[in-house]
């Protein structure tokens, strides 16, 4: 079982102030890791406040993940409370609805930012020390739409296409290198994100028949995924793309 034993482990993991993130950053903590939550808003603090009172070991850095001039800034605070980093989960994710025709540029340009440039670029800040020291695991948030494209969302469905293939590149150049580099594609899950979808009762029903499971996932269903890719139990898994979605990819 020491194949799993993530005690004193060196984590980030962005957006962890909610959903999904949130829910894979107290998993690492629970595990033992030291984990900084990088989030844009007050309740990254918030969130870290309320798990170090559990006695975890929770730092927030609040930034702005979309703009590149930020993230060194955020990389060396986290550092700097750190003193290294083991575990990178690139889970910070935003989502903008329109038709294609009428798709704003601004808005394209947002959602690329935060959902794929943030995520190469913090990883090359990251890949750095995990090259010196030998080691390191960074996890990936892909999706459903890295397979099928999605009504009304061109900018997310590019950007989750091109997050699959980022992980398989990264893993191609790093895996020899002693850095596993892996990606999570949750399904149909019950967060803030996908309130529009859970408030339509006719789109709530059609995905809901789809999962085998019965149900929408939930930030809990991630953290079994995120604590086997960030331990040494997946040595030998790089550049894939593990489906947690009840089973909807099967339908």
């Known amino acids: 079982m020491d194949l799993f034993d993530l005690k004193g482990q060196r984590a980030i993991v962005t957006g962890a102030s909610r959903g999904?993130?949130?829910?894979?950053?107290?998993?690492?903590?629970?595990?033992?890791?030291?984990?900084?939550?990088?989030?844009?808003?007050?309740?990254?603090?918030?969130a870290a406040a309320a798990f170090r009172a559990e006695g975890l070991d929770a730092y927030a850095v609040q930034g702005n993940l979309g703009d590149r001039g930020d993230l060194q800034d955020i990389f060396e605070k986290a550092m700097a409370w750190l003193g290294g980093i083991d575990i990178l989960v690139n889970s910070a994710?935003?989502?903008?609805?329109?038709?294609?025709?009428?798709?704003?540029?601004?808005?394209?340009?947002?959602?690329?930012?935060?959902?794929?440039?943030?995520?190469?670029?913090?990883?090359?800040?990251?890949?750095?020390?995990?090259?010196?020291?030998?080691?390191?695991?960074?996890?990936?948030?892909?999706?459903?739409?890295?397979?099928?494209?999605?009504?009304?969302?061109?900018?997310?469905t590019a950007s989750k296409g091109a997050i699959a293939q980022l992980t398989k590149s990264m893993a191609s150049d790093l895996g020899g290198r002693g850095i596993q580099v892996n990606a999570i594609a949750p399904g149909y899950m019950a967060t803030d994100m996908n309130e529009r979808l859970l408030e339509n009762p006719e789109r709530l029903r059609q995905i809901s028949e789809r999962i085998p499971a019965g149900r929408?996932?939930?930030?809990?269903?991630?953290?079994?995924p995120v604590l086997f890719l960030a331990s040494h139990a997946s040595d030998y898994l790089n550049g894939a793309v593990i489906p947690v979605d009840g089973g909807y990819l099967t339908r």
Not at 20 to 42: D, W
Not at 143 to 154: A, Q
């Open 93 to 156: 994710g935003v989502q903008r609805r329109h038709p294609p025709e009428e798709f704003p540029a601004e808005d394209w340009d947002w959602v690329i930012a935060v959902n794929l440039d943030a995520v190469f670029f913090l990883s090359q800040l990251c890949v750095r020390p995990m090259l010196a020291q030998g080691h390191g695991k960074i996890i990936n948030i892909a999706s459903m739409c890295s397979w099928f494209g999605g009504l009304t969302i061109p900018a997310y």
């Open 216 to 224: 929408w996932g939930t930030p809990e269903d991630m953290i079994g």
């Open 20 to 46: 999904l993130g949130k829910g894979m950053a107290e998993g690492l903590l629970r595990a033992g890791c030291r984990v900084v939550l990088v989030g844009s808003s007050e309740k990254t603090e918030e």
